[in-house]
């Protein structure tokens, strides 16, 4: 069934079961090559791969020389001067430069021009891989031995949809019985610098219309990935190519919102194999970000403050720091972390203090509501989880006052869970190495910035990088005044600093103008005793004390009026502004 139109009716009526690769090839090699191809795909699959690995016969080591054109180049080989059909149609310029060790592999058809096709180069002492051809293969290998699903899955190739053409269609069984239908589309990954892989060398809108097409695909139930082989060893990262085609860069991340899966995996090349290997990490956000992970933890790892909620370190301890912490200085907070601790050492005791002994303790930190929601959270843990922290950031966030940012924080620092803890001094720092004009006091920007740096935070340090950030800004890249550049294990990243704009950065819209409210305040006294009420339980100061007071301001006889609604009959009344 998968014959028909692909060659002549007098070829597919008859002959399409019997006829063997090496006719099909001779016979049709210069008016049909494409359609010849892609029958010998599904005849080859048809017989079954076994394996990961895609192997090569007849190589040879030649000395490139030259590349007239796209399709050819000039390879010594021993005393002969050869032109050899190149197997990948992108520039590869920093591939292919004078003198490189390459390998070509002969070709088994005598009819052809050129005897040879260049399949790898070998750059600083590693082969990488350039056959065009060489992903699609491995990639399809590779899925069909089980190691993406795993289920069992039939593969396809090149399975239409809308107006794309996707490399692989695969079908899996789900958990349920049900069919899992998913589109693959490989992109082979040749151009490297300094261990970061970038995709594509060259503007390619087909390549931005085939992740147009697998987000469609995705929103009509399919499951969809995108795929990038990188076709060679020992790399760090893989992210898009902004500077050559910023289009395709969009189009990624547009993508991966939308529900598609971008993966990368590298590959052991030799001079007459390849095969995918290791998962290789993606950066759909900012590279200048995931330069700076290992930096940044050595710094803070021989730098950090000595800070009294990172000794002894637990759940509790740093959910205290980081709540008092919010909107208060860390030497403000020091003394009133120690008393609380002293008095409320663990989650039970902060369950059960009375509201009125809380509020004490945290009397001259302000935002009492902290205070309430530390003591709902208490008892929340109490009732749900038997008096024992929850461990993972889920469990964390629904706490009654936690948010991303404390979730985030003692997700990282106790439990190493790999979660961002964006503050404001998170949000200086970021903003300063990117140069973002984005004003820091938005949803919108905080939401990219923990979007930003989930990506790049490393597993193995999660807790040390958050914790990193966070003190770079809060003694280094500091706010109210010039940023101390010179001490930044980050200056040579920084994009803001390299352009000598580092006072621009964070932008901030100028706030609301203060409300300014006329009010009169009654201070009733008799003898040592002053007159006070509790405000409302919600509101600003909910729940706090204060001087009975009414809005306006009062000549006097609206003064005694008011006290004698009260029950009161003033003795002397002072007026003062």
């Known amino acids: 069934r998968y014959v028909s139109g692909f060659l002549w009716p007098s070829l ?5 079961r019997n006829i063997t690769s090496e006719q099909l090839s001779k016979q ?30 007849n190589t040879i080591r030649g000395i490139f020389k030259d590349r007239p054109n796209r399709f050819i180049a000039h390879v010594q080989i021993g005393d002969q001067l050869e032109t050899v059909h190149v197997k990948n149609t992108g520039r590869c310029r920093e ?29 600083e002492g590693r082969w990488i891989n350039m056959d065009s051809q060489a992903p699609n293969k491995a990639a399809e290998e590779w899925v069909a031995a089980g190691n993406l699903f795993p289920e069992k899955v039939t593969v396809r190739r090149e399975k239409t949809y809308g107006n794309s053409r996707f490399d692989l269609y695969v079908e899996a069984e789900d958990q349920n019985g049900g069919i899992r239908k998913i589109f693959i589309e490989i992109k082979g990954v040749t151009l490297e610098e300094n261990g970061v892989c970038r995709f594509p060398d060259a503007p390619s809108e087909r390549a931005v219309k085939h992740l ?20 060679m060893k020992g790399v760090r990262y893989f992210t898009p190519n902004t500077e050559t085609h910023p289009q395709f860069a969009e189009a990624l991340q547009k993508t991966a919102k939308e529900g598609v899966k971008v993966l990368a995996y590298d590959c052991d090349v030799t001079s007459d194999a390849i095969e995918l290997s290791d998962a290789v990490d993606v950066v759909l956000g900012n ?12 710094w803070f790892r021989e730098n950090k403050r000595d800070l009294p909620w990172r000794k002894r370190i637990n759940a509790y301890r740093v959910w205290i720091s980081e709540i008092m912490l919010q909107q208060t200085r860390v030497e403000a907070v020091k003394p009133y972390y120690e008393r609380f601790l002293s008095e409320l050492p663990d989650v039970s005791a902060l369950a059960s203090v009375e509201e009125d002994r809380l509020l004490k303790l945290w009397e001259g930190l302000g935002y009492y509501n902290r205070a309430r929601n530390l003591k709902a959270a208490a008892c929340q843990i109490m009732e749900q989880y038997g008096g024992r922290f929850p461990s993972s950031y889920e469990e964390i966030r629904s706490l009654k006052g936690i948010g991303n940012y404390t979730a985030g924080a003692i997700g990282s620092f106790v439990y190493h869970i790999p979660k961002p803890a964006v503050d404001g001094n998170v949000l ?5 190495l990117t140069a973002d004009e984005g004003d820091i006091k938005t949803a919108a920007v905080r939401s990219k910035v923990e979007e930003l740096i989930e990506e790049i935070i490393p597993k193995d340090a999660p807790g040390d990088f958050n914790q990193g950030l966070i003190e770079l800004g809060a003694i280094v890249c500091v706010p109210n005044g010039e940023p101390k550049c010179a001490a930044c294990p980050l200056e040579a990243l920084c994009k803001a600093h390299k352009e000598g704009r580092e006072m621009d950065f964070p932008v901030k819209k ?16 008799d003898n040592e005793k002053v007159a006070i009420r509790k405000r409302p339980q919600k509101g600003l100061l909910a729940g706090m004390y204060e001087f009975p007071n009414v809005e306006g301001h009062l000549r006097t006889e609206e003064v005694i009026g008011y006290a004698q609604t009260a029950g009161l009959t003033p003795v002397r009344v002072k007026i003062g502004r």
């Open 510 to 525: 100028k706030a609301k103008a203060r409300r300014i409210e006329k009010r009169t305040v009654f201070i009733f006294r």
């Open 12 to 16: 597919t009526k008859n002959t399409s």
């Open 28 to 57: 049709f090699y210069m008016r049909k090559e494409k359609k010849a191809t892609a029958l010998l795909k599904i005849l080859c699959y048809s017989k079954g791969y076994e394996g990961k690995t895609m192997n090569y016969k």
């Open 95 to 123: 591939l292919l430069v004078p003198e490189a060790e390459v390998i070509l592999e002969k070709s088994d058809n005598p009819a052809r021009k050129t005897k040879y096709d260049l399949i790898s180069v070998n750059k």
């Open 212 to 231: 147009e097409e697998l987000s469609d695909a995705k929103k009509n139930g399919y499951e969809a990935y995108v795929f990038f082989v990188i076709q």
């Open 287 to 298: 590279p200048i970000l995931k330069e700076s992970v290992r930096p940044l933890v050595e």
């Open 428 to 432: 200086r720092v970021v903003s300063r």
